[in-house]
């Protein structure tokens, strides 16, 4: 099982993103049954959750992403995704996508680099 993250990239302020994270090695119904979420890493800082989607399609955002970025995801294409609008300098860092699958087995990608410049 893989998940290989990508669509990271420079971007000015008020600009927009759409990061993709495609998971390998998973048949469709382990896929479709995982909750799945986008984190991000800031040089120096932790990890922090910036938003999930449940098996169901329901979604949770942090606070400071809420009404500026959406995750969704296609089962058929074994993909999510996490659309950003109106980016800001401090949505710089690295992205995570991260799966959990039905059976508690969690699986991390490799990381995005958004950088957002003033």
């Known amino acids: 099982v893989q998940l290989q993250a990508s669509g990271g990239g420079l971007v000015q302020a008020g600009g927009s993103l759409r990061l993709s994270c495609k998971a390998s090695g998973f048949i469709l119904s382990s896929f479709s049954s995982s909750a799945m979420s986008w984190y991000r890493q800031a040089p120096g800082q932790q990890r922090e959750l910036v938003a999930s989607?449940?098996?169901?399609?329901?979604?949770v955002y942090a606070d400071f992403v809420k009404g500026r970025f959406t995750i969704s995801k296609d089962n058929g294409k074994r993909t999510l995704y996490l659309q950003m609008n109106n980016l800001k300098p401090e949505d710089t860092a690295v992205y995570y996508c991260?799966?959990?699958?039905?059976?508690?087995?969690?699986?991390w990608g490799q990381g995005t680099q958004v950088t957002v410049s003033s």
């Open positions: 991260n799966v959990i699958m039905a059976n508690g087995r969690n699986y």
């Open positions: 989607i449940t098996s169901a399609s329901s979604t």
